[in-house]
């Protein structure tokens, strides 16, 4: 009989104890990266409701289950996105902030102003890239080409209507516009707009013939007929419109992608942040957070903190000798 009592006591410890180690092991999984379950801030450089603020907003709501602490989503729009950069810069440590991001701030904004306020490569380490974007080659709906190659043409016999509307001077897509017209031999007016909102109004209304804007934001209209896209950027057709080619296949010699990505300030421990990496690579995983990404028109990416490090001096090393090359001041 005692034994028996032993050997149930014996079973049971070894019970509790294996309960115990999950227990721990799972506490150990969610234990808090910043101390006291401080919140962490991602900092958006435009107002709710655009693609980089839903990108965050989608990222937040996940990573905060597996950083055991809230994450905050915190627009600070102005100067172009130029602000949010600057403030997490020198966001205290005691306050952690984490930038999302795209080209127009962390490429364009730091080679066409004299003082952008912060260095891309000295002030920040990137965590990890979350989405990549295409940009598309529109027409307004009255203007008489179907194919890229009509329209090459057509701005050829018609030079002055050759305005391209872009979503804002000095976006990549004000870029891509005047690559696009070296390529065509034909020189570029780009007429830049406060958004895509009234660039799309425009191009569909006639007032502009030409639109060169996210992918995202034309695909509905194209779908609709009041406007037709001739062509994408990227180095393949994009999921969204395969039955659109890219500018590679149609013989244009231009591949052209943004996208939106994580960065920590140069104050944030090494440590901590290769650890953000590796949750918001877990996080990209998630079937649940592609579907959303998707329902969203966005095109999510796994990357790691090298990775990403990888392409950004890539990036850089394509963009800005067009850049340059525009001669483009603010």
């Known amino acids: ?3 028996r009592t032993l050997g149930k006591w014996a079973i049971g410890a070894v019970l509790a104890a294996g ?20 919140p962490l801030r991602i900092v958006v450089g435009y107002p709710p409701g655009g693609a980089t603020d839903r990108v965050a907003r989608i990222v937040a709501d996940k990573l905060q289950s597996k950083l055991g602490s809230p994450v905050i989503v915190e627009n600070k729009p102005g100067a172009g996105g130029r602000l949010s950069a600057q403030y997490v810069k020198n966001a205290p440590a005691a306050q952690p ?3 999302l991001a795209n080209p127009a701030v962390m490429v364009v904004a730091p080679l066409v102003f004299s003082d952008s306020g912060y260095d891309p490569e000295k002030d920040f380490r ?21 194919e890229l ?7 050829k016999a018609n030079p002055e209507r050759a305005n391209f509307g872009v979503p804002a001077t000095g976006s990549l897509p004000h870029f891509f516009a005047l690559m696009l017209g070296e390529s065509a031999k034909v020189p570029v007016e780009v007429v830049g707009y406060k958004g895509s909102a009234p660039l799309l109004t425009d191009l569909m209304g006639g007032q502009v013939p030409i639109a060169v804007d996210t992918l995202d934001t034309q695909i509905s209209q194209h779908e609709a007929g009041k406007l037709r896209i001739l062509a994408v950027s990227g180095d393949k057709r994009s999921p969204m419109a395969p039955e659109i080619p890219t500018l590679k296949e149609l013989g244009v010699n231009l591949v052209g992608t943004g ?14 942040v290769q650890r953000l990496s590796e949750l918001v690579q877990e996080v990209m995983k998630e079937a649940d957070t592609q579907q959303k990404f998707a329902a969203s028109k966005l095109d999510p990416v796994v990357s790691s903190a090298q990775e990403t490090d990888r392409m950004l001096k890539a990036y850089r090393a394509q963009w800005a000798p067009a850049v340059k090359r525009s001669g483009f001041k603010p």
């Open 1 to 3: 009989m005692q034994r």
């Open 19 to 38: 309960l115990l180690g999950t227990a721990l092991a799972q506490a150990q999984a969610v234990a808090p990266l910043f101390p006291g379950k401080t």
């Open 97 to 99: 902030a984490i930038l």
């Open 126 to 146: 990137p965590i990890s890239e979350v989405n990549r974007y295409d940009f598309g080659l529109a027409v307004a709906s009255a203007v008489p080409v179907k």
């Open 149 to 155: 190659s009509h329209l090459f043409a057509w701005l």
């Open 259 to 272: 996208w939106n990505t994580l960065f920590a300030p140069q104050s944030m421990a090494p440590a901590t």
